[in-house]
């Protein structure tokens, strides 16, 4: 079965750095679009950055543009998110996703939430100023 796992999360001061890790088993590596989104206490989940099968394309939400960097290491299974230039509206739960389908849709890159199925349990960023 598919599983997700996120690491790397933590408490940082604004103006820093953290990478977050998702190790992924259960399904074929580079047919499934992956991203990541977040969800602050009292918020809509929102999409943060999205990447599609093949790890050539990416989006992000404009708020982290420049900011953050989303990749993928298929070696290792594992997608990344480096979040650098941190600032405290970042402050949320940070969760990996991936979907099949989709990747075949033309919504993948939409940053939806609902468009993902299947969903890591979290990993918490939270940015003091």
């Known amino acids: 079965r598919v599983q997700l796992v996120e690491s790397g999360g933590g408490s940082v001061q604004a103006g820093g750095s953290l990478r977050l ?15 990541w989104f977040r969800q602050a206490p009292e918020k809509e989940r929102e ?8 790890g050539l394309t990416t989006y992000y939400t ?31 739960m940070y969760y990996c996703a991936a979907d099949f389908r989709v990747c075949y849709s033309g919504s993948w890159s939409l940053l939806r939430s609902h468009d993902y199925y299947y969903w890591g349990q979290g990993t918490q960023v939270t940015v003091s100023s």
Request: net charge neutral; charged share 20%; proline share 2%.
């Open 21 to 35: 890790s998702c190790v992924a088993s259960g399904f074929i590596w580079n047919t499934y679009c992956m991203g």
């Open 47 to 54: 999409g943060v950055s999205v990447i599609n099968n093949d």
């Open 62 to 92: 404009d708020s982290v543009k420049g900011r953050f960097t989303i990749s993928k290491d298929s070696a290792k299974n594992t997608l990344y998110l480096q979040m650098n230039s941190l600032k405290p509206e970042d402050t949320a």
